[in-house]
T-cell receptor, first 111, second 116 residues
Framework: TQLLEQSPQFLSIQEGENLTVYCNSS?????LQWYRQEPGEGPVLLVT?????EVKKLKRLTFQFGDARKDSSLHITAAQPGDTGLYLC???????????FGKGTKLSVIP | ETGVTQTPRHLVMGMTNKKSLKCEQH?????MYWYKQSAKKPLELMFV???????ENNSVPSRFSPECPNSSHLFLHLHTLQPEDSALYLC???????????????FGQGTRLTVV
């Protein structure tokens, strides 16, 4: 069974601060995705990383896939209240129909 | 708007009721999924359909019965549920499935189910 551990579970920061969220596993994934979910809504895809060591940027968000494709990080620069939400990482195993999700990191950005 | 629409958004049902959740996607995807999201647990995959054929059933109790009449529509039929089945039920689609060199999963807004 593939497991994804996300840390921290909860994070409350002031507007303008930087933060990093981690997603770790002992399993290798063919790709890894990050989603953001707001209360009462479905997860919305932010990014997919496929190649070990890959770095992708989405405005103030920077995503990195580990060299061994077992872990990933999400860094947010100068957090804004609009960044508040549940951040989920999900990994896809090669040849699998299944996405394995982490429990998520609940981020609150205080104005 | 992700192109995946779920109805109803909210549902309250008694343990003896029968109800159905509906999901529709207009993205031309071939794979559709049902997920369950409970408090303090990761998203749990329930069922996978690829080209209308069920490819995975993750040990889901028989009180949940999926139906996929075509690649655009997915149903989850519910009967004699328990209070612990209360959760957010999410539908998703992708083309092809994520682990087969495919694209990402797109989720609907979910149905918030409460069993009383």
């Amino acid at each position: 069974t593939q497991l994804l551990e996300q840390s921290p579970q909860f994070l409350s920061i002031q507007e303008g601060e930087n933060l990093t969220v981690y997603c770790n596993s002992s399993s290798v994934f063919s790709s890894l995705q990050w989603y953001r979910q707001e209360p009462g809504e479905g997860p919305v895809l932010l990014v997919t990383v496929v190649t070990g060591g890959e770095v992708k940027k989405l405005k103030r968000l920077t995503f990195q896939f580990g060299d061994a494709r077992k872990d990933s990080s999400l860094h947010i620069t100068a957090a804004q209240p609009g960044d508040t939400g549940l951040y989920l990482c999900a990994g896809a195993g090669a040849g699998s129909y299944q996405l394995t999700f982490g429990k998520g990191t609940k981020l609150s950005v205080i104005p | 708007e992700t192109g995946v629409t779920q109805t109803p958004r909210h549902l309250v049902m008694g343990m003896t009721n029968k109800k159905s959740l509906k999901c529709e996607q207009h993205l031309g995807h071939n794979a559709m999924y049902w997920y369950k999201q409970s408090a303090k647990k990761p998203l749990e995959l329930m069922f996978v359909y690829n080209f209308k054929e069920q490819t995975e059933n993750n040990s889901v109790p028989s009180r949940f019965s999926p139906e996929c009449p075509n690649s655009s529509h997915l149903f989850l039929h519910l009967h004699t549920l328990q209070p612990e089945d209360s959760a957010l039920y999410l539908c998703a689609s992708s083309h092809p499935p994520p682990g087969r060199g495919g694209t990402e999963a797109f989720f609907g807004q979910g149905t918030r189910l409460t069993v009383v």
